[in-house]
C-alpha cells in the first residue's frame, strides 16, 4: 500500500492507487483543524467498501440475469465481488492503478482493465484540489472489438450527522425491490421524505434509491457543524443513487451517476437510460465537484 496524499492549506484528501484509486478521506481546514467531509476510514483497509470513495466504471449499480443482451447478442457478466449476488460497480473500484502525473494538489491514475466480460477498457481519473474544492474527473475508453454500453460514476461516502440535510431536485425517484433491483419508479411527489427538490433533513429510515430528471446539482449541510458542500456534476451524470442504512449511520452516500440500477437490462434498453454506446476507441467522459462553504 503507496497511498497519495494531496494537500493545499486548504483540502487536503488521499487516494489509494493499490485498492480501486479511491479515497481514504477528503477534509478541509476548519477553525485550526482539519474536518472530515467524506467519512474518515482505515487508510490501511483492504475492502473497497470501506473507502471514502469509490469509481463507478464502466458501470453502475447491478446487473440481473447474469449479464444482458446489447444489438442482438447476450453478454455474460461474472460478479465483482465475491458477497454480492449480481455483478455490482463494474471492476475499476477494485483493481491496481497506475500513477501518471502527480503535484502536491492533483494525481492522474490509469487502468486497463480486462473484463469483466465482454468489457475491455482503459480508464483514467483525476482528483484535483482547487482551494476547498475537491474534483473528480474520470474517463473510460472502449477497448473491446466492439461497442458496447458503458457508464460512469462517483460513489462517495459522506459524513452524516442528526441535523444533515440534502437539497437534490429530481423528478422520479426509482424504488427497489429486497434484492436492491428495480421494482418501479415514480413522481418524487409521491414519496414526500425522498423528495429534496427542497432542503430536507435525511430520512431516519433505511433508504436506497436512484432519482432522475437532476439538475446536476446539489447541497448538503450539517447545521450542527455549520459547513455545507456545493456538488456540481457534468452533463453525463445527471442521475443521482441516495444511500443510508439508518437514522442513526454516520455516514451516507450520494452518488453522481449516468445511469439507473440495471440500466442494461430494464424496458427499452440501456442507452434509452442514460447509458453510452462506445464504439470500438470512443470514450466516455464525467466529472463532478464538491465546494465546502463555511455558513458560520
Request: aromatic share 12%; proline share 7%.
Given at each position: 500500500?503507496n497511498?497519495?496524499g494531496?494537500?493545499?492549506?486548504?483540502?487536503?484528501?488521499v487516494?489509494r492507487?493499490?485498492?480501486?484509486?479511491?479515497?481514504?478521506?477528503?477534509?478541509?481546514?476548519?477553525?485550526?483543524g482539519w474536518?472530515?467531509?467524506?467519512r474518515?476510514?482505515d487508510?490501511?483497509?483492504?475492502h473497497p467498501f470501506?473507502l471514502?470513495?469509490?469509481?463507478?466504471?464502466?458501470?453502475?449499480?447491478?446487473?440481473?440475469?447474469?449479464?444482458?443482451?446489447?444489438?442482438?447478442?447476450?453478454h455474460?457478466v461474472e460478479?465483482?465481488?465475491?458477497?454480492?449476488?449480481?455483478?455490482?460497480?463494474?471492476?475499476?473500484?477494485?483493481?491496481?492503478?497506475?500513477?501518471?502525473?502527480?503535484t502536491?494538489?492533483?494525481?492522474?491514475?490509469?487502468?486497463?482493465?480486462?473484463?469483466?466480460?465482454?468489457?475491455?477498457?482503459?480508464?483514467?481519473?483525476?482528483?484535483?484540489?482547487?482551494?476547498?474544492?475537491?474534483?473528480?474527473?474520470l474517463?473510460?475508453?472502449?477497448r473491446?472489438?466492439?461497442?458496447?454500453p458503458?457508464?460512469?460514476?462517483?460513489?462517495?461516502?459522506?459524513?452524516?450527522?442528526?441535523?444533515?440535510?440534502?437539497?437534490?431536485?429530481?423528478d422520479?425517484?426509482?424504488?427497489?425491490?429486497e434484492?436492491h433491483?428495480?421494482?418501479?419508479?415514480?413522481?418524487?411527489?409521491?414519496?414526500?421524505?425522498?423528495?429534496?427538490?427542497?432542503?430536507?433533513?435525511?430520512?431516519s429510515r433505511?433508504?436506497n434509491?436512484w432519482?432522475?430528471?437532476w439538475d446536476?446539482?446539489?447541497?448538503?449541510?450539517?447545521?450542527?457543524?455549520?459547513?455545507?458542500?456545493?456538488?456540481?456534476?457534468?452533463?453525463?451524470?445527471?442521475?443521482y443513487?441516495?444511500?443510508s442504512?439508518?437514522?442513526?449511520?454516520?455516514f451516507?452516500?450520494?452518488?453522481?451517476?449516468?445511469?439507473?440500477?440495471?440500466?442494461?437490462?430494464?424496458?427499452?434498453?440501456?442507452?434509452?437510460?442514460?447509458m453510452?454506446?462506445?464504439?470500438?476507441g470512443?470514450?466516455l467522459?464525467?466529472?463532478?465537484?464538491?465546494t465546502?462553504?463555511m455558513?458560520?
Amino acid at each position: 500500500m503507496n497511498p497519495v496524499g494531496l494537500s493545499n492549506g486548504f483540502a487536503r484528501a488521499v487516494v489509494r492507487p493499490d485498492l480501486g484509486a479511491g479515497l481514504t478521506s477528503f477534509d478541509v481546514l476548519r477553525r485550526g483543524g482539519w474536518t472530515p467531509v467524506f467519512r474518515s476510514v482505515d487508510p490501511a483497509t483492504d475492502h473497497p467498501f470501506a473507502l471514502s470513495n469509490i469509481l463507478l466504471v464502466p458501470f453502475s449499480g447491478r446487473i440481473s440475469g447474469g449479464g444482458f443482451t446489447f444489438e442482438g447478442v447476450f453478454h455474460p457478466v461474472e460478479r465483482t465481488m465475491p458477497t454480492e449476488k449480481y455483478p455490482i460497480h463494474g471492476s475499476g473500484f477494485s483493481a491496481e492503478w497506475t500513477i501518471a502525473e502527480r503535484t502536491a494538489e492533483a494525481v492522474a491514475l490509469s487502468l486497463d482493465a480486462e473484463g469483466p466480460s465482454p468489457f475491455r477498457y482503459s480508464a483514467v481519473v483525476t482528483y484535483r484540489l482547487d482551494g476547498a474544492a475537491l474534483v473528480m474527473d474520470l474517463s473510460v475508453t472502449n477497448r473491446a472489438a466492439m461497442a458496447l454500453p458503458y457508464g460512469l460514476g462517483f460513489h462517495p461516502w459522506f459524513v452524516r450527522d442528526r441535523n444533515t440535510f440534502l437539497s437534490a431536485g429530481a423528478d422520479r425517484v426509482w424504488l427497489e425491490h429486497e434484492d436492491h433491483l428495480p421494482r418501479v419508479v415514480e413522481p418524487v411527489s409521491a414519496h414526500p421524505d425522498l423528495d429534496f427538490n427542497n432542503r430536507k433533513r435525511l430520512p431516519s429510515r433505511w433508504v436506497n434509491n436512484w432519482f432522475d430528471g437532476w439538475d446536476k446539482r446539489a447541497r448538503i449541510d450539517w447545521l450542527d457543524r455549520g459547513l455545507a458542500v456545493e456538488i456540481e456534476a457534468s452533463d453525463r451524470l445527471d442521475r443521482y443513487v441516495l444511500f443510508s442504512p439508518s437514522g442513526d449511520a454516520d455516514f451516507f452516500c450520494f452518488e453522481p451517476v449516468s445511469h439507473p440500477v440495471d440500466a442494461f437490462n430494464l424496458a427499452e434498453g440501456p442507452l434509452a437510460h442514460g447509458m453510452a454506446r462506445l464504439d470500438p476507441g470512443a470514450t466516455l467522459e464525467g466529472s463532478a465537484r464538491f465546494t465546502i462553504l463555511m455558513t458560520e
